[in-house]
């Protein structure tokens, strides 16, 4: 047999289980139903199966460490004593059970932020660091896990910890300066970790240090090589994997040369330029390369024939015994297995790689290198013919789309009239008092209406019962809502599981697969849709909801759709077309929607984009286009309106600063967002940008079962009038109401309306 030479290796592991198991063990936990030996037994179970079949499927170096009770970045925070104050009381608790007070809260404290993990979906809880704190190691988390491996299992397996450096920018709670005395008291600590590591038998170390693929300072270049110039002086003899994902690394020649044994770099979503900067600087010939090559965003399989040509590259400038291959990224965020998904069609079954299935491809391709490419010929050929015909498949075409999408590759989707000018239009047609009060769409969502939603789909009630339940609680919320004496009304979205998933069950181009989970933030897992195919709209998605709704009351109620770009960035999207050509055939489709609702009288359509901010790409040289292209679907979706047609956009998040110039070329007539916790701030970017459109900024916080009393969101009202003229202020709660009880909900509400009219009588 040929000497090994190159290595396939793994950079995590999904933690879910491929049923869930995970989550479904953590929440019984939490709700008291097994006890914490119990959990620690079944996830530990879970752990090691999974370790297992990494080894199955034939990975080399198999990541530990990467498991986790909730969240990476807790883990990392804790693993350090970075436990806030708030959490240490002198009731006895357990390790574990402070852990996750800090994750979601208790009755005293409440819990500490989470945020998103770079330009991902997933989650993680924000480390605080507070003064005083002295960082200290209180557990050699990867080495437990570690030894675990090695004694349950017989893997010497690749520890893994998240880098210094983007655990402290990833914090909050100090001063920029102080980040350099932080990084001096931390880094010790991480030696003591990977010299007992090292000493342990671990072969390789990996440390990730995703921050690497933002834009740097020269600061931060600057700090950043002394941190690995000291971790290598204090345990020299330790293995160091620098690992980095998500995109190309900015200052190529710096990085590679860091005193550390091998450097992992993302080859998917790096645009081309990580193997640009190796064919131009080279790799220095006594470190490794972690070639990740392998998509660990997406679900398809890879295109092996373009990726042995990556290969083949980067072969013409490492040996051989330097090269590692893996995939761009951990794999938490793609689901498990295709093999539980029984009731997917054939084709895209064979198409589809969930976690499982891209460890299959790098050990195929380790392989290929290993023992030539022959070896792995008729592999790559079937897999080849697969994809290609797969996009060939003609029910995945719609050659009506494709030629409506090619007509709007010179146009800009504009609305008739400039916004000052159909402002008056539309506040002729709709006569609105000043402040007029509404809501952001959903309206309380109870067991009750879960249930029958849920008996519906597994057709245990027919169709008909359902719709009539749905339009009592239509009818019933909008007895209320004018009971309440809103002037905007909703009609509660009472029918939708999801405001993707809805939206995708009903249009074409969409699969929905049952066990297809990926983790969002703890236990709570998503199940993104698959956009495979051509996105067209067969016929009215929200019509006949929404018409019902209005058919009761003399008030405006505003249509409900959620918009292209979120739709876009929370689904698994097909790569054979640019993902430009995709969001506009999305945005087609909701325009065709648009238009279904004016046509049917609806005039007021709200269009939600909440996952807008999130998709913007860490590279700064790349948003301008992403923002552009985002516009562009914003508009397409909502310009083909006539004047009176008030078009209104909602978004979740308060860090406005950024984009605000983005979102006033939206065009949008009216924007709700969330600013409830954050007022003060937002205000101030109003002040040095000024806004002339309609806006609502949250008057209260939807996220927590508080009533807010009616002096509270006056003075909110009052604070924000300081900055934003009267004529365009909206009064809402800043965010759907779903989540919430009714009667906490009628009585926020009503506080709502007499705080707006308060202040309307002021004006
Ligand atoms: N219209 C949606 C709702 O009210 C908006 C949800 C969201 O912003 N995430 O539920
Ligand atoms: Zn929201």
Same mark, same amino acid.
């Given at each position: 047999m040929k000497r090994k030479k190159t290595i396939s290796s793994n950079i995590g592991y999904p933690r879910i289980g491929e049923k869930r198991e995970w989550k479904k063990a953590l929440e019984s936990f939490w709700k008291e139903e097994i006890t914490e030996n119990a959990l620690i037994e079944e996830l530990e179970t879970l752990r090691l199966k999974d370790l297992q079949k990494q080894k199955n499927l034939g990975i080399d170096l198999i990541p530990v460490g990467d498991f986790s009770y909730y969240d990476h970045v807790l883990d990392t925070a804790v693993m350090f004593g970075f436990i806030p104050r708030r959490f240490l009381t002198s009731e006895k608790k357990s390790h574990l059970q402070t852990y996750f007070d800090i994750a979601r809260g208790n009755k005293d404290a409440i819990a500490s932020e989470m945020t998103k993990w770079f330009n991902t979906n997933y989650h993680y809880i924000v480390p605080e660091i507070e003064e005083d704190t002295e960082p200290q190691l209180t557990e050699n988390r990867p080495l437990h896990y570690y030894l675990e491996a090695k004694e349950k299992l017989g893997i010497n397996a690749k520890p893994v910890l998240l880098g210094p450096f983007t655990f402290l920018k990833l914090a909050k709670g100090y001063e920029q300066e102080e980040f350099k005395s932080l990084l001096d008291t931390l880094v010790p600590l991480y030696i003591q970790v990977l010299q007992e590591l090292d000493n342990a038998g671990a072969e390789w170390i990996q440390i990730d240090e995703p921050i690497l693929s933002t834009n740097l300072t020269e600061t931060d270049l600057k700090q950043l090589k002394e941190v690995y110039q000291q971790v290598n002086n204090g345990c020299p003899e330790a293995k160091i994997l620098l690992q980095t994902y998500f995109e190309a690394v900015d200052h190529f020649e710096d990085i590679t040369s860091l005193p550390v044994q091998g450097i992992g770099l993302d080859f998917i979503h790096d645009d081309g330029v990580n193997l640009a900067s190796l064919k131009k600087f080279g790799f220095p010939k006594n470190k490794i390369l972690a070639a990740g090559l392998i998509n660990g965003r997406n679900v398809w399989r890879s295109d092996l024939k373009a990726t042995w040509n990556q290969l083949e590259t980067i072969r013409s400038k490492v040996s051989d015994d330097q090269l590692i291959i893996q995939p761009s990224c951990s794999l938490l965020h793609v689901p498990v297995t295709t093999s539980s998904e029984e009731e997917v069609e054939a084709p895209l079954k064979g198409v589809l790689a969930f976690a499982d299935q891209k460890l299959e491809e790098i050990s195929l391709l380790t392989n290929g290198v290993n023992n030539g490419r022959k070896y792995i010929d008729a592999d790559v050929e079937k897999q080849t013919k697969n994809l290609e015909s797969f996009w060939e498949l003609?029910? $995945? $075409?719609?050659t009506e789309v494709q030629a409506e999408v090619e007509t709007w590759h010179d146009k800009e989707p504009t609305r008739n009239l400039p916004f000052a000018e159909r402002q008056k239009v539309q506040q002729d047609y709709f006569n609105l008092p000043l402040l007029p009060t509404t809501t952001i769409g959903s309206l309380p969502q109870t067991n009750e209406i879960r249930q029958a939603r849920s008996r519906y789909r597994k057709g245990l009630q027919s169709p008909e019962t359902y719709e009539d339940f749905i339009k009592a609680k239509t009818s019933e919320w909008i007895d209320r809502q004018e009971e309440i004496g809103l002037d905007v009304l909703v009609h509660g979205e009472f029918e939708r599981n999801d405001m993707v998933e809805y939206f995708g069950e009903k249009l074409d181009g969409f699969a929905f697969l049952n066990y297809a989970w990926v983790q969002s933030y703890g236990s709570r897992c998503v199940k993104p849709p698959i956009i495979y195919g051509d996105v067209h709209l067969p016929e009215p998605m929200t019509v006949n909801e929404i018409i019902y709704a209005q058919s009761l009351t003399d008030k405006p109620v505003k249509g409900m759709l959620t918009g292209p770009i979120t739709i876009f960035n929370w689904s698994f999207v097909r790569e054979d077309i640019s993902p430009f050509e995709v969001t506009k055939q999305i945005a087609l489709a909701l325009n065709k929607e648009v238009q279904h609702l004016e046509k049917n009288g609806i005039h007021m359509i709200q269009v939600d984009e909440p996952a807008l901010r999130e998709g913007l790409p860490l590279k700064k040289n790349k948003q301008t286009q992403y923002l552009d292209e985002a516009v562009y679907a914003f508009k397409l979706s909502t310009s083909a309106v006539k004047n009176e047609t008030q078009v209104h956009t909602h978004m979740c998040y308060s860090e406005f600063g950024d984009i605000i110039h983005t979102i006033s070329r939206l065009d949008a007539d009216v924007i709700s967002i969330e600013a409830a916790r954050s007022h003060g701030e937002l205000i101030a970017d109003f002040e040095i940008f000024s806004y002339d459109k309609g806006i609502g900024l949250g008057v209260y916080d939807i996220h927590s079962p508080r009533i807010p009393n009616v002096e509270e969101m006056e003075k909110s009202i009052t604070r924000a009038l300081r900055v934003l003229d009267p004529h365009q202020f909206w009064v809402n709660p800043d965010c759907g109401l779903k989540t919430r009880g009714i009667e906490e909900t009628t009585a926020s509400l009503k506080n709502m309306v007499e705080a707006a009219r308060l202040v309307r009588e002021k004006q």
């Open positions: 003609s029910h $995945r $075409r719609n």
